[in-house]
């Protein structure tokens, strides 16, 4: 909890554009999944459903060339879980989702053959997510999650038609706090995964924007528990999170 409201004070001193361009005020749905793997490969849980979304974006031209960006959303969302867990196996139950994710980047326009500044530009950025993983049942437990990541890639970002960017996205720190039994914090090591959005401004005030997005976590290593003083070893298995959302935008 006291990440939450540190996140949520970083979202506040990364938003200056919010007081100097129009606001992007969005909304709306996305499929989740989350899976684990063991060490062989084969899968051990699947997560997949629904979970609705508020987002708020922000640019701001800080130069001709260079354009500061703020983007945060807050969701929810209950999604279906089956397979193995740390504790006992989840089958046809439900896992809750609730969090808080914040960016902020710089996008430099490249210079055509022309001399002048194009829509096409480099863009890199870093950001924050924190959310909770509540797991529902007699063998349910939570985990929190809070991950600090960097991303790197092109956008495209004329003032009307088609937008949109892609890149990567690397998580430079994970931590997760198992709340089961006595409770301990794993450190799963990210991995490269890919973004990418595609969208379309119908004019100054409308816009809609799908999108992919996700994460690729390492197994972590593993780290001691106890229940009523009996040790148990807990690791987090090898993870993949993948989110395929849309959003429909009102610029004010």
């Given amino acids: 909890m006291r990440r939450f409201f540190a996140l949520m004070g970083l979202s506040f001193a990364l938003a200056p554009p919010l007081n100097a361009s129009p606001v992007d005020i969005g909304g709306g749905v996305e499929h989740f999944v989350w899976q684990e ?13 629904p979970r609705f979304f508020v987002s708020v974006e922000a640019t ?27 504790a006992g196996e989840c089958l046809s139950l439900d896992t809750d989702y609730d969090g808080i994710a914040i960016t902020a980047d710089f996008t430099g326009r490249f210079i055509n053959s022309e001399g002048n500044y194009s829509d096409l530009g480099l863009r890199f950025g870093i950001g924050g997510e924190e959310w909770r993983r509540h797991i529902l ?8 999650y809070a991950v600090l990541f960097g991303k790197l890639g092109l956008a495209y970002i004329p003032e009307l038609g088609f ?46 924007k799908g999108y ?16 009523a003083g009996v040790p148990i070893s807990v690791s987090q298995p090898k993870s993949t999170a993948d989110q395929f959302g849309v959003t429909l935008g009102l610029y004010f």
Avoid: H, M
């Fill in 137 to 144: 049942g007699s063998n349910g437990f939570t985990e929190e």
């Fill in 163 to 208: 937008f949109g960017d892609l890149g990567l996205k690397y998580p430079l720190s994970v931590n997760e706090d198992v709340k089961l039994y006595d409770g301990v914090s794993l450190s799963p090591q990210g991995d490269f995964s890919l973004y990418v959005t595609i969208g379309y401004n119908f004019n100054q005030r409308w816009s809609i």
């Fill in 60 to 86: 701001n031209e800080v130069s001709e060339r260079w354009i500061y960006g703020f983007r945060g959303r807050l969701y929810t969302g209950t999604v279906n879980c089956d397979g193995q867990l740390k």
């Fill in 37 to 49: 793997y063991d060490d062989a490969g084969g899968k051990l849980v699947k997560e997949s459903g």
């Fill in 212 to 227: 992919y997005d996700g994460y690729r976590f390492k197994s972590s290593d593993p780290e001691t528990l106890y229940n």
